[in-house]
């Protein structure tokens, strides 16, 4: 993961894009985000490594990022949402590379320079999508 970006998540009505080099240091204002930004990649590796199934674990074995309505930007009852930015250094499992050369989606001569996730959350009980 090279960037990512929180919408309505916290403090952020929309962060810019987050980018993560070897040495990232955060600084602001008590309660501007910081501890937020922070321990969201954490949030997203407890959601993949333990093979959740829900689009983001907000409480699990590394950090308790809070529930649902803590983590909505004021309260408001509208969805949450995060983007994941990849540079060239994901590399892609070679079963999924095989099928996407298949649909010509990745192409070796021209790898991707960049590969954005977006995931939208509604509050549960609500559609997701």
Same mark, same amino acid.
């Given at each position: 993961?090279?960037? &990512?970006?929180?919408?309505?998540?916290? +403090?952020?009505?929309? +962060?810019?894009?987050?980018?993560?080099?070897?040495?990232?240091? &955060?600084?602001?204002? /008590?309660? +501007?985000?910081?501890?937020? !930004?922070?321990? &969201?990649?954490?949030?997203?590796?407890?959601?993949?490594?333990?093979?959740?199934?829900?689009? !983001?674990?907000? &409480? $699990? /074995?590394?950090?308790?990022?809070? /529930?649902?309505?803590?983590?909505?930007?004021?309260?408001?009852?509208? +969805?949450?949402?995060?983007?994941?930015?990849? $540079?060239?250094?994901?590399?892609?499992?070679?079963?999924?590379?095989?099928?996407?050369?298949?649909?010509?989606?990745? /192409?070796?001569?021209?790898?991707?320079?960049?590969?954005? !996730?977006?995931?939208?959350?509604?509050?549960? $009980?609500?559609?997701?999508?």
């Amino acid at each position: 993961m090279q960037k &990512f970006v929180l919408d309505h998540i916290r +403090s952020f009505k929309q +962060s810019k894009e987050i980018e993560l080099k070897p040495i990232t240091v &955060f600084v602001g204002k /008590n309660s +501007s985000g910081k501890s937020s !930004l922070i321990r &969201f990649p954490a949030v997203l590796a407890q959601t993949f490594k333990e093979n959740a199934h829900t689009p !983001l674990l907000l &409480f $699990g /074995n590394f950090i308790d990022y809070g /529930n649902y309505d803590d983590v909505i930007y004021r309260h408001e009852s509208s +969805s949450i949402a995060f983007r994941i930015i990849f $540079g060239p250094e994901a590399i892609m499992p070679r079963r999924i590379r095989r099928q996407a050369e298949y649909f010509r989606f990745f /192409n070796p001569e021209h790898p991707f320079s960049r590969v954005e !996730l977006h995931v939208e959350i509604d509050k549960p $009980g609500k559609n997701c999508r």
